[in-house]
């Protein structure tokens, strides 16, 4: 169980762009389950779509993410100089529209990795409903490296 | 497991989590060119798929072992404890 100050110490993202505000079951390297609720007044509902709120595919992917590098227990040589970024986007269905007012119950489980790369798992509900899952795969990058 | 039976895990993996068509792949095709068209991040797949089923880290290794299927079995073999 983890409020909002608790993931802000672990994750660096910030509003607009923090999609992650409650974890209600965590299991360290293996599975965790968060909640995002979804307002009227975030910012991307302006353009997607005027009239008709939906929230982005791409941002229920990333909200699903954001959960993942909640699990992943960073390595403490690992903290200062390498970074995890999403590698890939496999197989996400979004089964009904996510808009204003739901709340998403993520699910991600842990699927392969502690290598080189790391897989999870994701389903979001909303009352119990599904509305997307697919899977996601993680790895890390050097700092230094990036922009080059 | 003998090597004619990694190869053919090898390319079980390549076939279901990579999306390589069977019918095209033979134990000396080669993975990153045209015909396969693997890349980078197929490379880290490999990596990751080698590590937790044989035990033999690729990572860093550079380019040659993984130009096919045929290199990447006599990589883990040289190289298995």
């Given at each position: 169980?983890?409020?909002?100050?608790?993931?802000?110490?672990?994750?660096?993202?910030?509003?607009?762009?923090?999609?992650?505000?409650?974890?209600?079951?965590?299991?360290?390297?293996?599975?965790?389950?968060?909640?995002?609720?979804?307002?009227?007044?975030?910012?991307?509902?302006?353009?997607?779509?005027?009239?008709?709120?939906?929230?982005?595919?791409?941002?229920?992917?990333?909200?699903?993410?954001?959960?993942?590098?909640?699990?992943?227990?960073?390595?403490?040589?690992?903290?200062?100089?390498?970074?995890?970024?999403?590698?890939?986007?496999?197989?996400?269905?979004?089964?009904?529209?996510?808009?204003?007012?739901?709340?998403?119950?993520?699910?991600?489980?842990?699927?392969?990795?502690?290598?080189?790369?790391?897989?999870?798992?994701?389903?979001?509900?909303?009352?119990?409903?599904?509305?997307?899952?697919?899977?996601?795969?993680?790895?890390?990058?050097?700092?230094?490296?990036?922009?080059? | 497991?003998?090597?004619?039976?990694?190869?053919?895990?090898?390319?079980?993996?390549?076939?279901?989590?990579?999306?390589?068509?069977?019918?095209?792949?033979?134990?000396?095709?080669?993975?990153?060119?045209?015909?396969?068209?693997?890349?980078?991040?197929?490379?880290?797949?490999?990596?990751?798929?080698?590590?937790?089923?044989?035990?033999?880290?690729?990572?860093?290794?550079?380019k040659d072992p993984f130009q096919s299927i045929d290199t990447i079995a006599a990589f883990i073999?040289?190289?298995?404890?």
């Open positions: 169980m983890m409020n909002i100050y608790e993931i802000s110490e672990k994750i660096a993202q910030r509003p607009p762009f923090q999609m992650i505000e409650k974890v209600t079951e965590l299991v360290p390297n293996e599975s965790a389950v968060g909640i995002k609720n979804v307002c009227v007044n975030e910012p991307y509902f302006m353009g997607h779509f005027p009239g008709t709120p939906i929230m982005p595919g791409v941002l229920i992917c990333e909200a699903c993410a954001q959960l993942c590098s909640l699990v992943i227990e960073k390595k403490p040589e690992d903290l200062d100089d390498k970074l995890y970024v999403l590698l890939k986007i496999d197989g996400f269905k979004f089964v009904k529209p996510v808009i204003p007012g739901d709340q998403l119950e993520i699910a991600v489980n842990k699927t392969k990795g502690g290598g080189v790369i790391v897989g999870f798992d994701c389903v979001v509900k909303v009352n119990g409903n599904l509305h997307a899952k697919g899977s996601l795969t993680f790895t890390t990058v050097p700092k230094e490296s990036l922009g080059k | 497991m003998n090597n004619e039976e990694m190869k053919n895990k090898l390319k079980e993996f390549f076939m279901s989590d990579l999306g390589v068509d069977g019918s095209v792949l033979n134990f000396d095709t080669p993975l990153f060119g045209d015909e396969i068209g693997l890349d980078s991040v197929d490379s880290l797949e490999i990596i990751s798929f080698v590590d937790e089923n044989f035990g033999v880290s690729m990572t860093g290794v550079g073999e040289s190289h298995k404890a």
